[in-house]
């Protein structure tokens, strides 16, 4: 069948894939080794959703017979609530399998490996005529493909990028965020349409990577980042095939034009600069202050103004706006206590009025935020680092996970829990209750928080040269021993965070029981702050008070 007759678009697939509009609202973070306090290279990713699984587990490297196949399993980013194990189901779509498999951390996707290759995520959504349903693959299982075959960003890269050709891809437009302990690249992916089948001679995916700069950060949020395209630089471009003949074939991009074509503007189309720009500025203002970025049309990259440390990164993911034109802190719907969140839907309706919230960077329904932690001047199985941040941004606190971990603790996995299982044997309730909490009295209570978080999380990033040094002496001596070592010190940490922050919720409750605030010596009743009974009053609605 001619191509042009594949992309016919139909309704009916149009709406079979339409994604949720929890998983389309992530945030991904790269920070090259040279923008970086320590050299370290990092990628980030919010799980913004709201009913997706929140658990995480560690997958042994393995030897594999020659010529052995392995299933390509359906692994859906919406899990309902449930675990991811509960959610998926059997394909039967087989794939060659390689030899060698290496270990690797996932969640909802793939995290990090052994070699220090990370993995974060946006949903970018692309043109509706990319959709597929024949694909084998979805970013979900492509990403964990990467990690098991790739030793390098660019190896994890051409992986993904082989294997939907081939196979095709069958998911809405994403980005996946990858990096090494050198290098940090934005990977972003469309399918071929919704008439393509395996074994069709045209592509089975058009995608592009671009590397970020070193000494430069990237920032994806919802929408296409990557620009103009230069197929004759391979050391910043990583192209698959087919992308330019099918531009031009649809009219998006002339190449006697004598412009290069632009994979955001000509190839992927859609953009939403409130929605997703609006956080590209934000963050790289933020790191560049000065630097003027606006929400229309904001570069690939930046260079920051001072070099970012792992604390500088996840202080840029609890970010609500606050001192900008978007504060969500000082509007009447932040309450009397700059409440800076919102619930979803973004979108709403007043009357037959349409209308949305700010999406802030910190959203009120993330599962979990990671920040992976690639170190090129230590051993692999030290080096790597997951830091793993359950619930809300804002409110979360970062533990560390170190790649080589024969297992990751068992309150991020088998006693994790879910939405629909609560447990206390769970560090994500204990920080997502605590995250509930803080929607009653926020002003106050998000100052206890922030105490706790670098007590804890603060206390962790602190403590991690000695126990990087620790591990070396392990690992020069006995490799096993250093991943038993660091294995105990995570399950440990894990555990004392966990436990704290339990007993912090029961102060929480002490303290501010009843809108009254107890500081262990009086009582005292603060009542509504004097700005905000003023904004009460503007609002000229007697009903509510007594003249």
Request: charged share 25%.
């Amino acid at each position: 069948m001619p191509r042009k007759s594949r992309f016919v678009i139909v309704a009916v697939v149009a709406m079979i894939t339409l994604l949720s509009a929890g998983v389309l609202a992530c945030t991904s973070i790269l920070v090259t080794p040279d923008a970086s306090v320590d050299g370290s290279a990092t990628v980030t990713h919010t799980a913004d959703c709201g009913s997706c699984a929140f658990e995480i587990e560690k997958i042994p490297a393995k030897d594999w017979e020659p010529g052995t196949m392995v299933e390509v399993p359906y692994l859906p980013q919406g899990t309902g609530g449930r675990r991811i194990s509960e959610a998926s189901y059997s394909t039967g779509k087989m794939i060659p399998q390689v030899e060698h498999t290496y270990g690797y951390i996932k969640g909802l996707f793939g995290m990090i490996n052994e070699h220090q290759v990370g993995i974060g995520e946006t949903t970018i959504g692309g043109r509706a005529e990319f959709r597929n349903q024949n694909g084998y693959f979805d970013i979900t299982n492509l990403s964990m493909l990467a990690l098991e075959r790739g030793a390098t960003a660019r190896e994890a890269i051409q992986v993904m990028g082989d294997l939907a050709v081939q196979y095709g891809y069958k998911d809405s437009g994403e980005e996946l965020s990858v990096s090494d302990p050198y290098e940090c690249w934005v990977f972003e992916i469309v399918g071929p349409g919704p008439l393509w089948e395996v074994g069709d001679p045209e592509p089975g995916a058009y995608w592009v990577a671009a590397r970020v700069p070193d000494g430069h950060i990237a920032v994806s949020s919802n929408s296409s980042v990557i620009t103009e395209i230069d197929f004759d630089d391979p050391e910043n471009f990583m192209v698959g095939p087919g992308i330019r003949e099918f531009a031009e074939e649809k009219g998006w991009w002339n190449p006697n034009s004598g412009k290069a074509l632009n994979w955001r503007w000509d190839f992927c189309d859609k953009v939403r600069t409130d929605y997703s720009y609006r956080r590209i500025a934000r963050i790289f203002n933020r790191v560049s202050p000065g630097a003027g970025i606006t929400e229309e049309d904001p570069p690939f990259s930046i260079k920051p103004t001072e070099k970012l440390s792992m604390a500088d990164i996840a202080d840029l993911h609890r970010d609500h706006y606050e001192g900008s034109e978007f504060d969500q802190t000082t509007s009447i719907t932040a309450g009397p206590f700059a409440n800076p969140r919102r619930y979803p839907g973004w979108n709403f309706r007043v009357g037959s009025d349409a209308y949305s919230w700010n999406r802030t960077i910190s959203a009120i329904g993330c599962e979990y935020v990671i920040m992976t932690q690639s170190r090129s001047w230590l051993p692999n199985e030290i080096g790597g680092v997951l830091w793993y941040g359950p619930a809300v941004p804002a409110t979360t606190c970062f533990v560390p996970i170190y790649a080589s971990v024969s297992q990751v603790p068992a309150t991020l996995n088998e006693d994790a829990g879910s939405h629909m299982e609560f447990t206390r044997k769970s560090l994500w309730w204990a920080i997502s209750t605590v995250n509930t909490l803080a929607d009653l009295r926020w002003k106050d209570m998000i100052v206890d928080i922030n105490a706790m978080q670098d007590r804890y999380e603060g206390g962790a990033m602190r403590e991690q040269k000695a126990i990087d040094r620790a591990a070396l002496e392990f690992y020069d001596n006995d490799p096993e021993v250093m991943v038993e070592f660091l294995t105990r010190y995570c399950t440990n940490n894990a555990n004392t965070v966990r436990d704290a922050w339990w007993e912090f919720l029961d102060t929480l409750f002490w303290k501010y029981n009843a809108g009254f605030v107890n500081d262990g010596n009086r009582i005292t009743s603060p009542g509504y702050p004097a700005e905000w009974l003023e904004r009460v009053i503007e609002l000229d609605e007697p009903d509510h008070y007594k003249r």
